[in-house]
């Protein structure tokens, strides 16, 4: 299988001829000539792709921010566990103090109560 490259390149001419005489025409319609219409033209192609690259980094942004903000509100909720559990260690050796304490005060009097009786 053998490429004609003639008819490639008359094709390659026809075509490129046909894109610059788009590009005249598009610049004539702002009053200038062909160079004004290849920019316009490139503008009108390479403008929504940086447009959609400022957004999308935008987004990156934002999500880096909430992921942020997430995480800070992991280590407070966990600092608060870890209080609430510190507090609720605290009471249960109070209670366990109290109720030593109490049985304590219980066994005196049983003990008292029986000495005075005998």
Same mark, same amino acid.
């Given at each position: 299988?053998?490429?004609?490259?003639?008819?490639?390149?008359?094709?390659?001419?026809?075509?490129?001829?046909?894109?610059?005489?788009?590009?005249?025409?598009? %610049?004539? @319609?702002?009053?200038?000539?062909?160079?004004?219409?290849?920019?316009?033209?490139?503008?009108?192609?390479?403008?929504?792709?940086?447009?959609?690259?400022?957004? +999308?980094?935008?987004?990156?942004? +934002?999500?880096?921010?909430?992921? #942020?903000?997430?995480?800070?509100?992991?280590? #407070?909720?966990? %600092? +608060? @566990?870890?209080?609430?559990?510190?507090?609720?260690?605290?009471?249960?050796? #109070?209670?366990?103090?109290?109720?030593?304490?109490?049985?304590?005060?219980?066994?005196?009097?049983?003990?008292?109560?029986?000495?005075?009786?005998?």
């Amino acid at each position: 299988m053998r490429l004609d490259t003639k008819a490639i390149n008359k094709f390659a001419d026809i075509k490129g001829n046909q894109v610059m005489d788009a590009m005249e025409a598009i %610049g004539c @319609i702002f009053g200038r000539g062909k160079n004004t219409g290849i920019i316009i033209s490139l503008s009108v192609a390479v403008f929504p792709i940086i447009g959609f690259a400022i957004w +999308e980094e935008a987004q990156k942004g +934002e999500q880096k921010e909430k992921d #942020r903000l997430y995480q800070e509100a992991i280590l #407070r909720q966990d %600092g +608060e @566990i870890k209080a609430l559990k510190t507090r609720a260690d605290i009471c249960n050796e #109070r209670q366990t103090y109290y109720k030593e304490m109490l049985d304590a005060l219980l066994n005196s009097r049983r003990e008292n109560g029986s000495d005075g009786q005998v």
